[in-house]
């Protein structure tokens, strides 16, 4: 995957061009602070961040799957009492 760098100060000049770019592109767009020598930040198209989000909730879901071995649960009925008190939470 390509990514682009560019400085905070080009970031904020272009940053309605960048926020384009990274759309169709489809290309990440690392924000740097040259003083710290360091990326502050990343642009991102929205189907790139859902991709992001999905991969996080797979590698929790192995997390928890790890933790949950060897427990007397399982992930449904984990998920089905957690359910049932958000519920009842959300109830007055």
Do not use: W
């Amino acid at each position: 995957m390509r990514t682009k760098k560019v400085s905070i100060a080009e970031g904020k000049r272009d940053f309605t061009r960048l926020l384009r770019e990274a759309r169709t592109k489809r290309m990440p767009i690392l924000i740097y602070n040259d003083r710290e020598g360091a990326c502050a930040g990343v642009l991102l198209s929205p189907e790139e961040y859902h991709r992001y989000t999905r991969i996080r909730g797979y590698f929790e879901a192995v997390r928890l799957s790890a933790t949950l071995q060897g427990l007397e649960t399982d992930a449904v009925t984990l998920a089905r009492q957690a359910r049932q008190d958000l519920d009842h939470r959300g109830r007055p």
